[in-house]
């Protein structure tokens, strides 16, 4: 078995993810990247595809949170480290924790600390109480009060519809628009994905694939097909919405 320790850079700014590969190969020239990924999505892909030791995640991401990617990298056993522009208020109860965080911009002193912390986990395969440091985390940064979606001005042919987020079963990306599925109908909205998730509650609605996000209490089941692939179905729906592989982990136990 290879000693080889594999890593993932999750990033969305070019310039500090190059900033950070590069003081990786200083203070830890042995590390293998296997993957930087300037998407939250795009990182639940390569932790899916190349299970790494390593998980190095900025906490806020397009696509999904980086938060949300914590969680797939803790299902595939990979340590984790934030990067984070948030002060040191925000995770503070994380200092002596199981989830590690470099403040940006990342000081290399700080980073070679990070690093033998790391080092000092895989060497015992001790990940800590990980899901207990996120789900505190988690709650300090989800949205709240007016950062909220309460109401939503989506179009239904002709005329504007006002949606209550309590409506809404799923939001799905099609092409420029984001349909608005409600038990009663549909309606369209252009607002990206990646926003409409800024917006909501994440103990409320899941996002389950790159364009799809549902109401968690209206999911029934989640199977596979005939060709391996899986699918969502909703309670006294027909829908069959798909479910990346990067989004499994959310359905274990269900």
């Not at 293998?32 to 595809?49: F, K, P, R, S």
């Not at 934030?82 to 040191?88: L, N, V």
């Not at 089941?221 to 499994?248: H, I, M, T």
Request: contains cysteine.
């Amino acid at each position: 078995m290879s000693d080889t320790i594999r890593a993932i850079l999750a990033e969305d700014e070019t310039p500090l993810r190059d900033a950070l590969r590069a003081m990786l190969g200083i203070v830890w020239p042995e590390l293998e990247i296997v993957a930087e990924c300037e998407d939250g999505i795009a990182a639940m892909e390569a932790i899916a595809g190349h299970r790494p030791d390593v998980c190095f995640l900025d906490i806020r991401m397009p696509g999904v949170t980086g938060l949300d990617v914590a969680r797939a990298a803790i299902a595939a056993k990979s340590q984790v480290v934030f990067t984070t522009a948030y002060d040191e208020f925000a995770v503070r109860a994380f200092e002596a924790g199981a989830v590690d965080y470099l403040l940006k911009p990342i000081q290399p002193e700080r980073l070679g600390r990070a690093v033998e912390r790391l080092r000092e986990r895989l060497a015992a395969r001790n990940g800590g109480d990980v899901d207990t440091d996120l789900d505190a985390l988690e709650t300090r940064l989800k949205p709240s009060g007016s950062r909220l979606i309460r109401w939503i001005s989506a179009a239904v042919g002709d005329s504007v519809r006002m949606l209550g987020i309590d409506e809404v079963l799923y939001f799905q990306a099609q092409d420029k628009y984001v349909r608005v599925v409600t038990a009663e109908g549909e309606a369209i909205i252009r607002t990206p994905i990646k926003d409409i998730l800024a917006g909501l509650d994440p103990d409320i609605f899941w996002q389950v694939h790159r364009g799809t996000v549902v109401r968690v209490s209206a999911i029934d089941r989640v199977r596979r097909d005939e060709l391996g692939k899986s699918l969502l179905s909703l309670r006294g729906r027909s829908d069959a919405l798909p479910v990346s592989a990067a989004f499994l982990h959310r359905f274990k136990g269900m």
